[in-house]
């Protein structure tokens, strides 16, 4: 398997523009997670799903945040309108529910100007 | 709500040496443990998972202890070596399955 898949790598965007993430989990697995990494925070989990549903979004700093998961195999961040402030590097992470083990992707860095 | 911290925050040591990485966590209502290794500009590499039922879970020069009372773990890294140099994080996982990282043990392994 080719791991979780995230695109783009990098992105970087002026404040206001809306800037949309993406995530391939790991085939078969049904647990996907999206955290944030900065130097401030360190690591948070945003959202997760189990079974393309939303669980827990309490991590999501606030509306301009919004996160799908349509089917299985893909899910989008999205933040509309970016600001500064979101600038981080965006994980996602998916396992099995019996396996426990999260798995992560490369991450996305995101430098809003 | 779950707050985790690392002891020491960086390290160097020389290469050979055994080293201990400290990790203690406030909810000891846990599922289970897992120690992440990140890389400068990388991803997020699980290097251990100890259940919330296991004591201690090894893997090559790596070996990870739990003490899930006293909310305690420790990574246990033998004979380092310079490619062991990275950031080390510990996260328990919440019934839910959602990870609570630390802030990590910045581990710089000098030749």
């Known amino acids: 398997d080719a791991g979780v898949i995230q695109s783009p790598r990098h992105e970087v965007t002026e404040m206001g523009q809306e800037v949309t993430l993406r995530c391939k989990p790991i085939s078969g697995h049904d647990y996907l997670f999206w955290y944030r990494q900065t130097m401030m925070r360190g690591l948070e989990l945003l959202i997760y799903f189990n079974n393309n549903v939303p669980i827990d979004d309490s991590g999501m700093p606030e509306d301009r945040f919004s996160a799908k998961m349509p089917n299985a195999s893909f899910s989008t961040l999205k933040i509309q309108p970016s600001e500064p402030r979101d600038s981080a590097v965006y994980f996602c992470?998916?396992?099995?529910?019996?396996?426990?083990?999260?798995?992560f992707g490369p991450g996305t860095r995101l430098l809003v100007l | 709500k779950q707050e985790v911290t690392q002891i020491p925050a960086a390290l160097s040591v020389p290469e050979g040496e055994n080293l201990v990485l400290n990790c203690s966590f406030t909810?000891?209502?846990?599922?289970?443990l897992q120690w992440f290794r990140q890389d400068p500009g990388k991803g997020l590499t699980s290097l251990l998972l100890i259940q919330s039922s296991q004591r201690e879970q090894t893997s090559g020069r790596l070996n990870a202890s739990l003490d899930k009372s006293s909310g305690r773990s420790t990574l246990y890294i033998a004979a380092s070596q310079p490619g062991d140099s990275a950031t080390y994080l510990c996260?328990?996982?919440?019934?839910?399955?959602?990870?609570?990282f630390g802030s990590g043990t910045q581990l710089t392994v000098l030749p």
């Open positions: 992470a998916s396992t099995l529910g019996t396996e426990e083990t999260q798995y």
């Open positions: 909810d000891s209502a846990i599922y289970n």
């Open positions: 996260a328990p996982t919440g019934s839910a399955r959602q990870l609570t």
